[in-house]
């Protein structure tokens, strides 16, 4: 077994000094940036607090968030770099707060790839399993396999300087595979490549996952790679766990303003707005224009009991759609500032009464005419369904969910 149970855990960094205390802060000194949100109490800056999380034998488990967020320092506490200040870690029924990296049978990629400069790509995969004594046979065995798996063979009587950056990191993850760990530990293993050899990368690792089945737990900054690589989805901010779901859940149902805002490419567009009631039936009104909300959404809002109140809105780009001035449905006025053309779509940045608002528009749906784009200034119309609206208080969590 191979679960991974994490219980409480909580990383305290102390402060910098000889007396351990927090250094004072020169007069006229601003805060330091990227840390104003993170807890800070007299024993130190807490990097990760709250964090509970099981992860099933062979699981996918992506853990996701904006730099500072502690995803990177919750991995390294799992793979026995970093100390727990609290809680209880487990690798299966085994208790390892205090056991040593090497004993927890686990293999770490990092980012940086990590190889040995003078070694062939075959020594370097070989290396840990020649420290573990193991027969030349089966040690050939096991690089042969890995590098099979990698579509690395050709490679493996060259150094790492003679290696393009996508073929390094498949040299990084052949060295891990080998070893046959319990659990993988990725820390942005393709952060490094270009755009391209990224997208390669990450069908490579898809099917990496399918040959070797056992499980991962991947840390990145990238929503793409957490929503095409993970079985669950670990969102994280200021030490905290936002959210757990699967790709779709974190998609459609969004916990709060963070991870509806952080969760898809282009970013939700959020609008200021009023929850009314009437006959007892919700609907919501966006730069003064009444719209409905569908009948699953207001059975939800029912059942929690929720009073009309001053809400935000939250509208995907690719779920607003262009209609007439005569349409029949409900529809907001805007001027387009920018069109960008991205082949099968139409990124539409347009003002609606000052509000910013990004529209994705598929251009085998436009007329002739808005194919190419459209102009500055053009007037357009939008409006969006009754089922895909998001509804947020404003302490920022969902109404819904």
């Known amino acids: 077994m191979a679960?991974?149970?994490?219980?409480?855990?909580?990383?305290?960094?102390?402060?910098?000094g000889s007396d351990g205390k927090q250094a004072k802060k020169k007069k006229g000194e601003a805060p330091a940036e990227g840390k104003a949100n993170l807890l800070v109490t007299d024993k130190g800056v807490v990097a990760v607090q709250d964090f509970n999380l099981e992860i099933a034998d062979k699981e996918f488990i992506v853990l996701v968030g904006p730099s500072g967020c502690g995803k990177s320092t919750t991995?390294?506490?799992?793979?026995?770099?970093?100390?727990?200040?609290?809680?209880?870690?487990?690798?299966?029924?085994?208790l390892v707060n205090d056991v040593a990296p090497k004993d927890r049978d686990i293999a770490m990629v990092f980012q940086n790839y990590a190889l040995y400069p003078h070694m062939t790509v075959y020594e370097n995969m070989a290396f840990a399993l020649k420290l573990r004594k193991m027969p030349k046979k089966e040690i050939d065995k096991r690089v042969r396999e890995?590098?099979?798996?990698?579509?690395?063979?050709?490679?493996?009587?060259r150094k790492p300087k003679a290696?393009?950056?996508?073929?390094?990191?498949?040299?990084?993850?052949?060295?891990?595979?080998?070893?046959e760990p319990k659990v993988f530990l990725m820390d942005e293993p393709l952060s490094n490549l270009d755009a391209k050899l990224r997208n390669q990368m990450?069908?490579?690792?898809?099917?990496?996952?399918?040959?070797?089945?056992?499980?991962?737990?991947?840390?990145?900054?990238d929503q793409t790679e957490a929503m095409t690589l993970g079985d669950r989805i670990v969102i994280m901010k200021d030490g905290l766990i936002q959210q757990i779901g699967t790709p779709q859940q974190v998609f459609d149902c969004p916990s709060n303003l963070f991870v509806a805002g952080f969760i898809g490419t282009p970013q939700m567009n959020f609008f200021d707005a009023k929850l009314q009631k009437s006959n007892d039936e919700y609907f919501?009104?966006?730069?003064?224009?009444?719209?409905?909300?569908?009948q699953e959404k207001q059975q939800l809002l029912r059942e929690k009991g929720v009073e009309p109140q001053d809400i935000t809105l939250g509208v995907r780009p690719e779920h607003i759609m262009l209609c007439s001035e005569t349409a029949l449905e409900s529809h907001i006025k805007a001027t387009v500032d920018v069109s960008e053309m991205m082949g099968s779509s139409i990124h539409l940045h347009v003002n609606a009464e000052g509000k910013d608002v990004v529209i994705v528009l598929a251009t085998v749906d436009l007329p002739a005419e808005h194919r190419n784009g459209f102009h500055?200034?053009?007037?357009?119309?939008?409006?969006?369904?009754?089922?895909?609206?998001?509804l947020f208080g404003k302490d920022g969590k969902s109404l819904l969910y």
């Open 284 to 294: 919501v009104t966006v730069c003064g224009v009444d719209f409905g909300i569908s």
């Open 202 to 221: 990450r069908a490579e690792i898809i099917k990496l996952r399918q040959r070797i089945d056992t499980t991962f737990v991947y840390v990145t900054h």
């Open 163 to 179: 290696l393009s950056g996508g073929q390094r990191q498949r040299v990084a993850i052949g060295r891990a595979i080998v070893r």
């Open 146 to 157: 890995a590098a099979e798996i990698l579509d690395i063979t050709e490679y493996l009587g």
């Open 3 to 16: 679960n991974v149970t994490l219980k409480n855990i909580k990383k305290v960094y102390p402060f910098s």
């Open 376 to 390: 500055y200034g053009d007037t357009v119309n939008f409006t969006f369904g009754a089922n895909v609206v998001h």
């Open 75 to 94: 991995l390294r506490m799992i793979a026995g770099l970093e100390e727990i200040s609290e809680g209880e870690l487990y690798i299966g029924d085994r």
